[in-house]
């Protein structure tokens, strides 16, 4: 049987697997194109339909047989090859940002497009309809639920300035520092180091905090309880 003389059940079913990993690709880029990652649909579409193709070829090189008798081989082989080399294309997705490292779930969804465009090239499609949608609810609905009981995630410095006592009170110190931490944290910031500095000569007091930042819109409501103890000339926060 030569390589144009399959059947026609063949290619019916290997279009069935493009597809189907065309979606599970588009639908995982969506996400991550939806929260603004460098990773988005084009990338992982190629890499879903690319895997499913290299799976498709592996156990069609196997079945196909010519006048000098079947090509052989182990199929595992390219899959093989497939798993060692998407790592790479998956590390290029972890970048280092400040104090924070920025892209291990984006990593995660490469890893997940090509497993599920492999187990689609093996014919394997309601096991990659499970983890797709695994997927999905853990990017989705699980990011909700931590955001929601984990609010402070990324590492951040924040700073803060006040000023040192008044023209009436020169000696005295105008900041409480665990009236401080307190209306820091009951900002959802989590506070997990500090340092501290007194400039004599302008009379100001720098505090800053190593601490795990929520995602907050308006920061508003932290600097005005922050602005109640004492003389707050700076606010600012960093990676």
Avoid: C
């Avoid at 588009?26 to 194109?33: D, F, N, S």
Wanted: aromatic share 8%; hydrophobic share 50%; charged share 20%.
């Amino acid at each position: 049987m030569e390589l144009f003389d399959l059947p026609m059940d063949f290619y019916v079913d290997s279009f069935l697997k493009i597809l189907a990993s065309s979606v599970s690709g588009a639908v995982l880029g969506w996400e991550r194109k939806h929260r603004y990652q460098v990773v988005g649909m084009r990338t992982l579409v190629l890499i879903s339909v690319s895997s499913t193709l290299l799976a498709i070829l592996s156990y069609a090189l196997t079945e196909i047989q010519t006048g000098k008798g079947f090509y052989g081989g182990d199929p595992t082989r390219v899959i093989a090859g497939v798993v060692s080399g998407i790592g790479f294309l998956g590390g290029g997705a972890i970048v280092h940002q400040g104090l924070n490292i920025r892209g291990l779930t984006s990593a995660a969804v490469v890893w997940t497009a090509s497993a599920i465009g492999l187990a689609l090239g093996a014919g394997l499609y309601e096991q990659s309809l499970l983890v797709l949608a695994v997927a999905i609810f853990l990017l989705i609905v699980l990011e909700k639920i931590e955001s929601r009981f984990f609010l402070a995630g990324r590492n951040k410095t924040l700073r803060l300035v006040f000023a040192d006592g008044d023209a009436e009170h020169s000696g005295a110190t105008a900041v409480d520092l665990r009236a401080t931490k307190e209306a820091i944290e009951r900002n959802g910031f989590k506070v997990t180091d500090l340092s501290v500095s007194r400039i004599m000569a302008d009379r100001k007091v720098i505090l800053l905090y190593s601490v795990k930042s929520p995602d907050l819109d308006d920061y508003d409501q932290v600097i005005g309880e922050l602005s109640a103890l004492g003389n707050l000339e700076e606010f600012s926060l960093k990676d």
